[in-house]
Every structure is written in structure tokens, then in C-alpha cells.
């Protein structure tokens, strides 16, 4: 008898334990925290892919639901939001309207589009994507948010948005987390160690972390920018190769040189070395990198975005106005302003300039590897490339 009591203590104390670890365990993941997670009714979107992308500098993205903004003019926090005035109230809700149809139809285009048979990954299963390639899924569950981050596409800007609502970083001068957006040093956003990313979840989360993801895929606002292709292309270009970086050089720009470049000799070491030798990659040298068969099997080809259904697309081209709204349908307009700072220089018109000196049929194929991103976001066909000689 004695021994079958002290087994009860034993079971009911383990028991206890249990429970309040998985009390403690479940506040600290931020997805299960005490206060409600709001409300999103979200309709099934089909599991998609956009087209591979390389450098985690060109992507795609997938499909998406649009979930209008709430109607109340309480913050998240229950604070009442400065009140508009009647101009502002007015073009608020011409917005409403036209920004609505246009999210709606954006959503309509991605979902036929990413069902169709033939359209590249669309059985793919978001549980089936490694965790290395969900790096560019930034949450923040403060606000119940997450951000897909498209390189050269405003991601500078939206990452120190992040790092303001997260209070991931904090202000030297002051001492205390950044309030202001433009006043985050740009260089330090990209930063891994600032942001949670879902790359991260199995890390802190072990293997609840899928689980856990797709709640947060269900309940929280996701959004991401788009830009057309070709154009946020040339802009990565520019960007990477166009001056000094030490970690595209070693990593792409060295090999694409070896390849490509047609050089006798050595390659310089640095970056550095090679620009003061005049030796870098044309842009014709970039494009039969990523046109190789060769380049997808020695370094992946990004896929962070697949599966997921985006409640706001936003897009470069009416970026200021996009930004504003998406920030109220967040509800965080009254915490912060979207930055005003220099936007991304690449032009469309630049597009028959860039791709002059690139051979018709390189061009065809090249569309063909981003025909998916031009379909999903309703960029048209760019004919002044494909068939300009």
C-alpha cells in the first residue's frame, strides 16, 4: 500500500510539473499567448510555387487571400486612433473601394494562375519546404504579423518597420528600442539576428515549430511587395554586382567570372582587388549564370515563399500609397510612419537599354524562367525585350 501511494504523489506531482511547463512553454511562444488572436477569416487558397529564384535577390512569390481592414477605429491595443479629417476621410475611403478591388484582383490572378496543371511546384506541401528556405518569413508577434521580404523591392525599408514594432534593436543615443522607422541605420536591418524568421523555429520551438507555423500562418496578417521581374533583376544586378561586395564576389561573382569571363590567370582574392582591375561580371555574364543548368545543382534556387495565402500584396510601383494602407490595415498607423527615404533607382525604361546586348534567345529564355512571377503579379509580357533586336 505504501508503495502504491507514494507511486500517486510521484504521478500527481509529475503531473503538476507537466502541466505548468507546458503553461510556461506556451506563453513564451508568442502564438499562444494569453491575450485572443484576432479573428481572420481567410479563404483556401491552392498550394502553389512561384518560379525558382537565385541569390535570395530575384524571387517570386505565391498565393494569396486579402482580408479586409477592420472597420473600428481602436488600435490593437484599444487605443483610440487620431481621428481623420474629412479629406482624409474621404480619400480613406475611395481607397477603400479601389484598393480593395485591386487586392481582390490581385488575389483572383495568383489563385487562377497558381492552380493551373502545369504551373511549376503546385503539389508541393509547405510542410515539405526546409527550414533554411523559410528564411525570408519575418514574424513578429507582438502585432500578429508576418512579412515576406523580397529583396530589392522596399524589404530595407519594411525590415526597419519590423525592427520598430518587434523593439528588436535598440537606439544608442537614447537607450531605448527604436520608435522611428527612418532612424534605424539601414545597414543594420539586414542583420539575421534582429528579426524572428520561421528559419528560426525549429531552433527555439523544436518540433512543435511546424505546427506552430501554420497556426500563425493562419491567424496572423502576412503581406509582401512585388516588382516586375526584369526590372528587380537589373536592380539586384546593380546592387551585387555593380560595386564591390565581398560576399557575392566570393560566393557568385568569382565563380560566374571563372566561367564566363573568359580570363587568363588568376582571379584577384577580393572584391576590391577585382573593380580596381577593371574585372567584374556584364551583365550578359550574370544572365548565362542563371540560365545554366549547372548553377541550380551546386546552389538552390530560393523557394521561401511557397504555400503561403498573403493577405496584402503590395507593390513597388505604388508603394507610398500601398505602404499607407497596409500599415492601417495593421493597425500600427498610429505607432509609426512608413520611411520616406530614396526609393530603388531601376527604372522600367532601363529594361531595352540592359538587355540590348543580350542575345534574343537568352532573353526568351530568361522569361521563361520568370514567366511565373510576370503571371502571378500581372506584369505583362515585356515585349520590348523579348523582341527587340
Not at 19 to 40: E, H, K, Q, S, T
Not at 42 to 51: F, G, L, N, V
Request: glycine share 6%; hydrophobic share 35%; net charge neutral.
Amino acid at each position: 500500500m505504501g508503495t502504491w501511494r507514494g507511486l500517486h504523489v510521484v504521478f500527481i506531482v509529475g503531473s503538476l510539473f507537466v502541466i505548468l511547463l507546458i503553461i510556461a512553454y506556451w506563453d513564451d511562444v508568442g502564438g499562444f499567448n494569453l491575450y485572443p488572436l484576432r479573428d481572420r477569416k481567410h479563404e483556401r487558397c491552392p498550394q502553389t510555387a512561384a518560379a525558382p529564384t537565385l541569390l535570395a535577390s530575384f524571387a517570386g512569390i505565391s498565393s494569396t487571400t486579402w482580408a479586409p481592414a477592420g472597420t473600428t477605429n481602436k488600435s490593437a491595443e484599444g487605443r483610440d486612433r487620431p481621428q481623420l479629417g474629412s479629406e482624409d476621410k474621404e480619400s480613406d475611403e475611395s481607397w477603400d473601394l479601389a484598393g480593395s478591388r485591386e487586392q481582390m484582383a490581385r488575389k483572383r490572378r495568383i489563385v487562377d494562375v497558381c492552380s493551373g496543371k502545369d504551373f511549376p511546384g503546385r503539389t508541393r506541401a509547405f510542410e515539405q519546404i526546409p527550414n533554411r528556405e523559410l528564411d525570408h518569413l519575418i514574424v513578429d508577434d507582438t502585432h500578429q504579423i508576418i512579412y515576406c521580404y523580397v529583396p530589392k523591392v522596399a524589404c530595407t525599408n519594411w525590415k526597419r518597420v519590423m525592427v520598430v514594432l518587434s523593439q528588436s534593436l535598440v537606439s544608442p543615443v537614447s537607450g531605448k528600442p527604436y520608435t522611428d522607422p527612418e532612424s534605424v541605420p539601414p545597414d543594420l536591418v539586414h542583420n539575421s539576428s534582429l528579426h524572428l524568421t520561421f528559419a528560426k523555429f525549429w531552433r527555439h520551438y523544436g518540433s512543435l515549430s511546424r505546427h506552430l507555423m501554420a497556426l500563425k500562418l493562419q491567424h496572423y496578417t502576412k503581406f509582401l511587395f512585388v516588382r516586375d521581374p526584369f526590372v528587380r533583376l537589373i536592380s539586384a544586378f546593380r546592387n551585387k554586382f555593380g560595386r564591390p561586395n565581398e560576399d557575392f564576389y566570393r560566393q557568385f561573382g568569382s565563380v560566374i567570372l571563372r566561367r564566363y569571363g573568359n580570363l587568363s590567370g588568376s582571379l584577384p582574392e577580393t572584391a576590391a582587388e577585382a573593380f580596381a582591375s577593371g574585372i567584374k561580371p556584364t551583365f550578359q555574364q550574370f544572365v548565362s549564370y542563371l540560365l545554366d543548368a549547372e548553377t541550380e545543382k551546386e546552389s538552390f534556387f530560393n523557394e521561401h515563399w511557397r504555400q503561403v495565402k498573403y493577405d496584402f500584396i503590395g507593390r513597388l510601383e505604388t508603394l507610398e500609397t500601398d505602404a499607407d494602407h497596409l500599415l492601417k490595415l495593421l493597425q500600427v498607423d498610429h505607432l509609426l510612419r512608413f520611411p520616406s527615404g530614396a526609393r530603388n533607382r531601376t527604372a522600367a525604361s532601363w529594361e531595352r537599354d540592359w538587355f540590348a546586348q543580350i542575345p534574343v534567345s537568352m532573353r526568351t529564355e530568361l522569361y521563361k524562367l520568370y514567366q511565373p512571377d510576370f503571371e502571378l503579379f500581372g506584369y505583362p509580357e515585356p515585349d520590348g525585350v523579348l523582341h527587340h533586336q
